[in-house]
């Protein structure tokens, strides 16, 4: 049976945060780039209307089909990403990834489990921004396993510090 938050249980949200919105940053410049293009396919469509129909209307048709699948697949995009992906409460971190329609992950780690939280940036991107990732050591796990890293964590020395704080007091 899975565990409940609930008024019964002295379980308690210490904070529930979204990852970085670095996360949006590659999605919008693939959307820029592929509306551009088709906004010139509707340019050049205009260009050759008059010496040939008929590949104009291709043109523009594909401009527009090209337009509709750019847009509805922003949209799904911001809609995927528009939710809290970490909670930490009193006895357990909680991360979500999910997508609409393609990913419904939920990992989670009780704290009685965790022995340390180790912090990772790499590059002057994640130092610049204040942005990087979460090692939790259970005391089987290496930097590299994927289930044991929590990626685009904003200011993850604060997040850190917090759950190694929450642990120490349960100790």
Do not use: C
């Amino acid at each position: 049976m899975p565990h409940r938050l609930g008024s019964t249980s002295d379980e308690k949200i210490i904070m529930a945060i979204s990852t970085h919105w670095i996360k949006y940053v590659l999605p919008t410049i693939i959307f820029t780039i592929i509306f551009a293009a088709s906004t010139m396919f509707f340019i050049v469509s205009g260009a050759v209307a008059d010496n040939s129909p008929l590949i104009a209307i291709v043109i523009l048709f594909a401009g527009m089909i090209l337009m509709y699948l750019v847009v509805h697949w922003f949209f799904h995009k911001l809609l995927s990403e528009a939710m809290e992906d970490i909670i930490v409460t009193t006895k357990r971190v909680i991360w979500i990834k999910e997508s609409l329609f393609q990913i419904d992950d939920v990992r989670q780690i009780p704290l009685t489990n965790i022995q340390g939280v180790e912090t990772l940036k790499h590059g002057p991107l994640q130092t610049i921004l204040r942005y990087g990732s979460l090692w939790f050591d259970t005391g089987g796990t290496t930097t590299t396993d994927q289930n044991a890293i929590m990626t685009q964590v904003p200011h993850p020395n604060n997040v850190a510090r917090e759950i190694n704080t929450i642990i120490r007091q349960n100790l």
